[in-house]
């Protein structure tokens, strides 16, 4: 490709350059993965502010000016250095921390001691998203001295509870965050092997579903047959979110059709664990029905425990619903929908009372022009392959926030996760060599930019 802003040589020299970098920026990982920065409230929060600590210095160590600042929520880091003049600037995202570990008893090695197995390190946060952190640490490395681009890092504190106070922060430092790129390493690869920029993520809400039936619990014995319990009145009407095939049946909510990539049944079926002789629910490709259509799950119900049951009609009971929405889908819009077709489905005539506790806007990326390209370059300069564009059925709701913030950048969604990475689950792990790979693309990617603007400017 003569053309390309960038020879082969060149190309070589950063992946050669970052592969001498490798065993150190795991080392730096591990250290990371040691510290158990779960951001939910009931954790330590202190192990927060020491893993923010630890990213500072990680950062200044690379020449940035660094400042942990919090807005009412947990400490994020915000470094910056200065480019070359004319120059673009990059602003790399990661949050340093971590979902609760869970059980110890699931995972085969302890959370917070990184172990490896089989080409993969195990560990809370190994991969979401400290390997996050690692990769723009890896980067910036890589051009020690002579980085072609400004680069502002910011590494979220509270990604994995909502981003809570991220409004607070971009509304404060907003302007020190604005760049030509933001690349976003908190999703993921399609497959070992097959790198893909991820452009849709799908929006949701969280509804509580109220039901009363009864002014008081009664005998079931004296008064069940003629009055309805609230238990199952809820669950008829939880039944009517789906049709018979298991599409989502409210009326009016957005979907549309994902990327045509290979994933069959097969595929899906081991990755979910899906009971054998448990059928697939919903209709279209897999992969649209993941990425692109709404779905619906129940996710709590507060009912009386079979161990407290009694034989009472229950006079309430209350679900709490999980809404994925269509990236495109408008989540105050979609509230409306739903709460609509509750209040018309409530069975036998029950109170029904809807809230939304939680909601969040999809992202659909315009994915195209001279950043993607270069981004797409670097992906394939890494892997050797030509990157796909996927889409992720969860929300990354701060994405939209960006969005909306800085709607002029190329917003890249890149990530280090693979599909055995399980995230959030017990034996979360990084596939060490694809990581190797992250780190080389991304820069690659620095260098690309800083490359096509120095063309830029010899050509004008
Ligand atoms: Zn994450």
Not at 104 to 122: H, I, K, M, Q, T
Not at 175 to 195: E, F, M, Q
Not at 361 to 379: I, K, T, V
Not at 383 to 404: C, L
Request: glycine share 10%.
């Amino acid at each position: 490709m003569t053309d390309d802003v960038l020879t082969a040589d060149q190309i070589q020299a950063v992946r050669d350059r970052v592969a001498e970098l490798m065993p150190g920026v795991r080392a730096d990982l591990e250290a990371l993965v040691r510290i158990p920065s779960v951001s939910a409230a009931s954790f330590d929060q202190a192990q927060v502010a020491r893993s923010a600590e630890a990213v500072a210095e990680l950062l200044r160590a690379e020449g940035l000016e660094v400042d942990i600042v919090t807005e009412g929520g947990r400490p994020a880091v915000i470094g910056h250095v200065d480019g070359p003049e004319g120059a673009p600037t990059v602003t790399l995202y990661a949050h340093h921390d971590v979902q609760p570990p869970g059980e110890d008893a699931d995972w085969d090695s302890a959370p917070f001691e990184p172990v490896e197995r089989d080409g993969r390190l195990y560990g809370r946060g190994a991969a979401d998203d400290k390997a996050g952190v690692l990769a723009h640490v890896a980067a910036l490395r890589a051009h020690r001295g002579a980085l072609p681009v400004g680069v502002t890092v910011f590494v979220e504190g509270e990604e994995e509870s909502g981003s809570p106070s991220l409004p607070a922060i971009l509304e404060r430092h907003g302007d020190r965050l604005a760049a030509d790129a933001i690349v976003i390493a908190d999703s993921g690869n399609w497959a070992i092997g097959t790198p893909a920029l991820t452009t849709t993520l799908r929006g949701g809400l969280r509804v509580i579903i109220r039901v009363e039936t009864l002014d008081h619990s009664v005998h079931s014995g004296m008064f069940g047959g003629a009055a309805p319990d609230a238990v199952t009145a809820l669950v008829k009407l939880l039944a009517t979110l789906h049709d018979d095939a298991g599409d989502v049946a409210v009326a009016g909510l957005d979907e549309g059709v994902a990327a045509d990539l290979d994933y069959d049944e097969a595929r899906f079926r081991a990755e979910s664990g899906l009971l054998d002789g448990v059928e697939l629910i919903g209709s279209g490709s897999i992969l649209s029905r993941l990425w692109t259509k709404p779905s619906i799950t129940t996710i709590g119900i507060d009912a009386t425990s079979i161990e407290k049951a009694s034989n009472t009609l229950a006079a309430k009971a209350a679900a709490k619903i999980s809404v994925r929405l269509a990236p495109s889908q408008d989540p105050a819009r979609a509230f409306e929908l739903v709460r609509a077709h509750l209040e018309e489905h409530a069975p036998w005539g029950a109170r029904v009372t809807v809230e939304l506790t939680e909601k969040g806007a999809g992202f659909a990326a315009d994915a195209d022009g001279p950043l993607y390209d270069q981004a797409r370059s670097s992906f394939r300069d890494a892997w050797g392959v030509e990157p796909v564009d996927m889409g992720v059925g969860g929300s990354i709701p701060f994405i939209s926030d960006f969005a909306a913030r800085f709607p002029e950048a190329a917003i890249i969604v890149t990530g280090v996760e693979d599909p055995d990475t399980r995230a959030h689950g017990a034996n979360e792990s990084l596939h060490l060599e694809e990581f190797a790979r992250v780190c080389e693309a991304e820069a690659i990617f620095l260098a690309r930019l800083g490359a096509q603007a120095a063309a830029a400017a010899t050509a004008h």
